[in-house]
């Protein structure tokens, strides 16, 4: 019986069968997943200690899989390498450092897997700060806590105001079609 069992969930057969083929023999039990939601249920059911992410699935993408880790205490200590072809795919949704998992970019060699693999479980030993807003009895009586508090909500004024223009622009646009197109 194997001693680790790593989900790979990725869509490429190719992909899932050259992680197979690349780690020692007889160690690892290899759960695939061909899409994030096959994913995400393996993940639950099967308690794996090391998840392979694509980042780019069918479905249910990487980075919703990924968000779903990272809600829940117990899955973040699970040891992560997100995969990608293009690195700037992740990091235009996750920037870097990546400090509390590894990234690998496709295609790889065995070699950088290993480490990749290695990095990441350490990663995953790292202890994570508690966020205040999980909290939500914490009261805001720090001038810190309050004053974030009172920039978040003006970046919401001004995010809804420039949705109430984009509004106001679409709808001179249609009339404007509307009125070609008679």
């Given at each position: 019986?194997?001693?680790h069992k790593i989900l790979v969930i990725d869509d490429?057969?190719?992909?899932?069968?050259?992680?197979?083929?690349?780690?020692?023999?007889?160690?690892?039990?290899?759960?695939?997943?061909?899409?994030?939601?096959?994913?995400?249920?393996?993940?639950?059911?099967?308690?794996?200690?090391?998840?392979?992410?694509?980042?780019?699935?069918?479905?249910?993408?990487?980075?919703?899989?990924?968000?779903?880790?990272?809600?829940?205490?117990?899955?973040?200590?699970?040891?992560?390498?997100?995969?990608?072809?293009?690195?700037?795919?992740?990091?235009?949704?996750?920037?870097?450092?990546?400090?509390?998992?590894?990234?690998?970019?496709?295609?790889?060699?065995?070699?950088?897997?290993?480490?990749?693999?290695?990095?990441?479980?350490?990663?995953?030993?790292?202890?994570?700060?508690?966020?205040?807003?999980?909290?939500?009895?914490?009261?805001?009586?720090?001038?810190?806590?309050?004053?974030?508090?009172?920039e978040i909500k003006q970046k919401m004024a001004k995010?809804?105001s420039e949705i109430d223009l984009l509004k106001q622009?679409?709808?001179?646009?249609?009339?404007?079609?509307?009125?070609?197109?008679?």
């Amino acid at each position: 019986m194997a001693n680790h069992k790593i989900l790979v969930i990725d869509d490429s057969r190719v992909i899932r069968n050259m992680v197979r083929d690349m780690l020692p023999k007889g160690n690892f039990e290899v759960l695939e997943a061909k899409d994030g939601i096959e994913g995400l249920n393996s993940i639950r059911q099967d308690r794996p200690n090391l998840i392979m992410l694509d980042f780019l699935l069918p479905r249910m993408s990487g980075w919703e899989v990924f968000q779903h880790i990272q809600e829940q205490q117990e899955l973040q200590r699970i040891p992560l390498v997100l995969m990608s072809g293009r690195r700037e795919e992740v990091t235009e949704k996750i920037s870097e450092p990546f400090e509390y998992f590894e990234f690998i970019e496709k295609p790889f060699e065995q070699k950088e897997l290993i480490e990749a693999i290695k990095s990441a479980m350490a990663k995953a030993k790292l202890t994570r700060p508690t966020a205040i807003a999980s909290s939500p009895a914490a009261p805001v009586d720090s001038a810190g806590s309050s004053q974030e508090l009172e920039e978040i909500k003006q970046k919401m004024a001004k995010m809804q105001s420039e949705i109430d223009l984009l509004k106001q622009q679409i709808s001179k646009l249609l009339s404007f079609i509307k009125q070609k197109l008679r």
